[in-house]
């Protein structure tokens, strides 16, 4: 990338010195310089008494030069001094006598007669050079944006690319990294859920062997020993099942979109899922609003956790609450249970749970965790904090409402 940046500099340098260069010899070419000579104009009019030098000046009367009365006073005094008309013809005046002054004159500066020409000139160079800078920088911004698009698709869709840029481009040795990165993130991500998925299901053929061992010694080992035998089986299965369940939402968010969706129905669902529970905790719902955006098959997953994880901690009541406010969809899950402490960050990362002496709480801590996954590829947030109206824990998600 240095070789890469080190072309393009002395590049950029050699085109600024070739443009510099054909302008200053164009400028030449158009406006030859003609030599110029600084005399003194009272040198000049010292030389007034000589007949030659008296036919390049005039007397004119005073009363034809109109001028403030301060310079009147210089020129009483002796001293030179210059008027321009209107037309910028510099004329030049000495006092002669009580009624005539010397007019030494007009001139005309050949610099201002060029200036507009001069200015014509000058906007076409700038215009030129900004076109060729254009020409040059444009297919490189032009590529880069191709590689930020290709690079937004990959983060989107998990897909090795092929960014097709010109082995010749400036920004080649970027493109083939991100190509080859691509790969490599990809191939690996494969193994992993490979690797995993095997492991998940070669598991379940131990464990079944040992379900069916445990029965049939069932009479010849205490209640006790059975009972433990059969909770640690349940543990790894329920592990097990939390894990592939985590990797097939990791699949599933490739071709995750949102969608407009009807609020009211997709509420009535969700509570019919819990109609039939057995605890005495009651589930509250309510919404505002009659639609939004949001992929209904991950929003209801993500739901259903973090209800799941409020039953074994509430214990009367959990209000869900789906509300739309300045063009942003929340839900926010209360209960009044224990509530959260400084712990509420960790319990967002996987395979971290909440610490309770309840032998109820089961789980492995993934959960949250993808809850907060589904939030991120809704382009949202998850907030844990305490309900100060039911003292327990409050779970809020945000997303933004629009496709």
Not at 114 to 120: P, T
């Amino acid at each position: 990338m240095k070789l890469q940046f080190v072309r393009l500099y002395l590049l950029i340098l050699l085109i600024a010195s070739l443009v510099v260069f054909s302008f200053s010899q164009i400028y030449q070419q158009l406006y030859p310089s003609e030599p110029t000579y600084q005399v003194s104009v009272s040198q000049i009019f010292s030389l007034l008494q000589k007949k030659t030098f008296q036919k390049k000046m005039k007397l004119v009367s005073k009363k034809t030069v109109s001028m403030p009365l301060a310079l009147e006073r210089l020129l009483q005094q002796g001293q030179i001094i210059k008027l321009v008309d209107d037309a910028n013809a510099e004329f030049y005046y000495q006092n002669s006598d009580k009624l005539n002054y010397y007019q030494f004159g007009p001139f005309f500066s050949a610099k201002e007669e060029a200036n507009g020409n001069e200015l014509y000139f000058i906007i076409l160079f700038y215009s030129v050079l900004a076109v060729m800078l254009l020409a040059f920088i444009w297919p490189l911004f032009k590529e880069l944006a191709k590689l930020q698009e290709q690079a937004l698709a990959f983060g989107k869709y998990l897909e090795p690319i092929e960014s097709g840029i010109n082995p010749g481009s400036s920004i080649y040795p970027l493109a083939d990294t991100f190509d080859k990165m691509s790969h490599q993130i990809v191939e690996s991500m494969q193994m992993h859920q490979d690797l995993s998925r095997t492991i998940a299901h070669e598991i379940h053929t131990p464990l079944a062997r040992m379900k069916f061992v445990t029965e049939l010694i069932s009479s010849d080992i205490e209640k006790e020993q059975k009972y433990r035998l059969n909770a640690d089986i349940d543990e790894i299965q329920q592990l097990m099942a939390e894990y592939l369940s985590f990797e097939r939402l990791e699949h599933e968010h490739y071709s995750m979109e949102k969608k407009l969706c009807d609020v009211p129905s997709f509420i009535k669902k969700l509570s019919e899922k819990y109609s039939y529970q057995t605890s005495n905790i009651e589930l509250k719902f309510s919404f505002n609003n009659d639609s939004a955006y949001f992929n209904e098959h991950a929003m209801n997953r993500a739901i259903q956790n973090l209800i799941n994880n409020a039953l074994r901690y509430a214990k009367s009541i959990i209000n869900v609450e789906f509300s739309i406010n300045d063009k942003t969809c929340q839900i926010i899950i209360s209960d009044d249970g224990v509530g959260v402490s400084s712990e509420a960050k960790k319990l967002m990362q996987p395979f971290v749970r909440k610490a309770a002496n309840d032998s109820a709480d089961k789980g492995f801590g993934l959960g949250l965790y993808i809850v907060r996954k589904i939030l991120i590829w809704h382009q949202g947030h998850l907030s844990l904090d305490n309900c100060s109206k039911l003292n327990g824990a409050m779970v809020t998600i945000s997303w933004p409402n629009k496709s």
